[in-house]
Nanobody, 124 residues
Framework: QVQLVESGGGLVQAGGSLRLSCALSGRTVNTDAMAWFRQTPGKEREFVAAIIWSDVGSAFYANSVKGRFTISRDNAKNTAYLQMNSLKPEDTAVYYC????????????????WGQGTQVTVSS
């Protein structure tokens, strides 16, 4: 089994920063990709960022967060991160980290392991 535990959410003012962490445990071998998604009430969960686990230089972002968010990972700690800068009220959401089932994709359907989510609230 694979477990993911997010941390680092909270309340921040617009323009501020937060760093989310996602600790991966259990059967962590052969992790192909990790991603962050977010969801607000009444809306579909949306892609935020993804990284190919074996390629530290790879990173993919939604247009809405490009230039403000940075995804990274620490292989030794089996942890993925999402550094969020210049936060905006529209970034308010529950953020989920996810591990791919197989290979790399930006599609939610390729991610079969999910954390419990962490709330990020950005006040104006």
């Amino acid at each position: 089994q694979v477990q993911l535990v997010e941390s680092g959410g909270g309340l921040v003012q617009a323009g501020g920063s937060l760093r989310l962490s996602c600790a991966l445990s259990g059967r962590t071998v052969n992790t192909d990709a990790m991603a962050w998604f977010r969801q607000t009430p009444g809306k579909e969960r949306e892609f935020v960022a993804a990284i190919i686990w074996s390629d530290v230089g790879s990173a993919f972002y939604a247009n809405s967060v490009k230039g403000r968010f940075t995804i990274s990972r620490d292989n030794a700690k089996n942890t993925a991160y999402l550094q969020m800068n210049s936060l905006k009220p529209e970034d308010t959401a529950v953020y989920y980290c996810a591990r791919s089932v197989r290979g790399f994709s930006l599609l939610e359907s390729n991610y079969g392991y999910w954390g419990q989510g962490t709330q990020v609230t950005v006040s104006s």
